[in-house]
Nanobody, 124 residues
Framework: QVQLVESGGGLVQAGGSLRLSCAVSGRTVSSNNMGWFRQAPGTERAFVATIRSGGSIYYADSVKGRFTINRDNAKNTVYLQMNSLKPEDTAVYYC??????????????????WGQGTQVTVSS
């Protein structure tokens, strides 16, 4: 059984930083694609970042230069380092996984496993 468990969310002031973690069991992060999405109230779930099984990394334009995705293969964990946070980054952040070879990494429906989400709130 595949499980993804996020942690690290919280309340931070604008300009601050947070690091989200996604601990994975039942699937190897280095052999699969891992992604982060976020969903603010009244909006659709939106792509944030992905690290592919081969190591390629992609970001949404809105977070480029501020967020960094990486993985620790030994811990089977994926991280999202978020710097220079803005109030518009406020959302529930979800970790997701898709099998290697899956395309369309910005589309939430290609990911087959999801975490429960962690709230990130950025105050102005």
């Amino acid at each position: 059984q595949v499980q993804l468990v996020e942690s690290g969310g919280g309340l931070v002031q604008a300009g601050g930083s947070l690091r989200l973690s996604c601990a994975v069991s039942g699937r190897t992060v280095s052999s699969n694609n891992m992604g982060w999405f976020r969903q603010a109230p009244g909006t659709e779930r939106a792509f944030v970042a992905t690290i592919r099984s081969g190591g390629s990394i992609y970001y949404a334009d809105s977070v480029k230069g501020r967020f960094t995705i990486n993985r620790d293969n030994a811990k089977n964990t994926v991280y999202l380092q978020m710097n220079s946070l803005k109030p518009e980054d406020t959302a529930v952040y979800y970790c997701a996984s898709s099998r290697a070879g899956t395309s369309y990494y910005t589309k939430s429906n290609v990911y087959d496993y999801w975490g429960q989400g962690t709230q990130v709130t950025v105050s102005s």
